[in-house]
């Protein structure tokens, strides 16, 4: 069991360390504590790399959506308790609901949850683990906005590309649409880009960032996939999921939060480095708890 889970965690930790090694020697060549700039690889990653894996793995023929209903509606369960649970922690803690709960709702789905779901799961999982990050994307880009602000416009969220993609994918599933499997097999090759390049990227923002509010990042480090876990476990009773369907719920809950929570502090300046930390540490909290969620679903 150890060196299977090993086997499955060793790949995406490894691809981040690179990304951390890459980014510190560069700091250290070049005399700057600012790193290697990821900015146009991150665009291009979210502008066609996401969106053509997405728009591949929903327009597979094997891909039935009905068939993902009651996980649509538990991750997005997921997201909602966690974010009230949250909401009353930070006012236990005097802390700034705006700060602590994003965090805490929205988690790591596309940088750890897509590669480390078709690692422990195979490649026949990717579909459902899109699923699960389009629920996750889908609402940090609604109600994450409005939460940071109110005033904030959510018509436009069509216009993002990773949107548009599961939406045209939907579209064609839907109308029983085939792609021409040459173009599908193009589009799959410029998503095969995506996955380890989001790990990469996430090495490498780990290697500039700093931890400077420890209390803060330490606390949600270890709330957040224990809050996740818990509640999966049980609304996968509620909702009678088993087999793969009931274990990828669970490892969903038990996932870090999204580095785009970090994204968002910064552009409303809502005390970003509080938000960094809880970013950072626990996305190395999951060394020890993406483990223990693997163990518990591989039984």
Do not use: C
Request: net charge positive; aromatic share 10%.
């Amino acid at each position: 069991m150890l060196l299977r889970i090993l086997a499955i965690v060793f790949p995406i930790f490894a691809i981040i360390a690179a990304g951390w090694a890459y980014a510190r020697y560069r700091q250290k060549r070049e005399g700057s504590e600012g790193g290697i700039d990821m900015g146009f690889a991150n665009q291009l990653n979210m502008e066609i790399f996401v969106p053509a894996l997405i728009f591949a793995a929903l327009t597979t023929k094997s891909f039935d959506l009905a068939a993902y209903d009651r996980l649509a509606l538990g991750a997005l369960a997921i997201l909602l308790g966690s974010g009230l649970i949250a909401w009353g922690l930070a006012r236990m803690l005097g802390e700034q609901p705006k700060t602590f709960v994003p965090p805490m709702m929205f988690v790591n789905a596309g940088n750890m949850g897509l590669p480390l779901m078709v690692l422990a799961f195979g490649e026949a999982a990717l579909p459902a683990a899109v699923v699960l990050f389009f629920v996750q994307n889908t609402l940090h880009y609604t109600l994450g906005t409005w939460l940071l602000d109110h005033r904030a416009r959510l018509t436009n969220l069509w216009r993002v590309p990773v949107t548009f993609a599961a939406l045209a994918a939907i579209v064609f599933n839907l109308a029983g649409i085939v792609v021409w499997p040459p173009l599908h097999l193009s589009i799959k090759l410029l998503g095969d880009v995506a996955v380890p390049l989001l790990l990469f990227s996430l090495g490498v923002r780990l290697a500039v960032s700093n931890f400077s509010d420890l209390r803060i990042g330490l606390i949600g480090t270890v709330v957040r996939p224990l809050m996740g876990m818990a509640l999966a476990w049980g609304l996968a009773l509620v909702l009678g999921l088993e087999g793969s369907d009931a274990a990828m719920l669970l490892v969903f809950g038990a996932l870090p939060p999204a580095v785009l929570n970090f994204v968002f502090a910064e552009r409303y300046h809502q005390e970003p480095v509080k938000v960094a930390s809880m970013v950072m540490l626990g996305n190395l909290g999951a060394l020890l708890f993406i483990p223990i969620a693997l163990a518990l679903t591989l039984q």
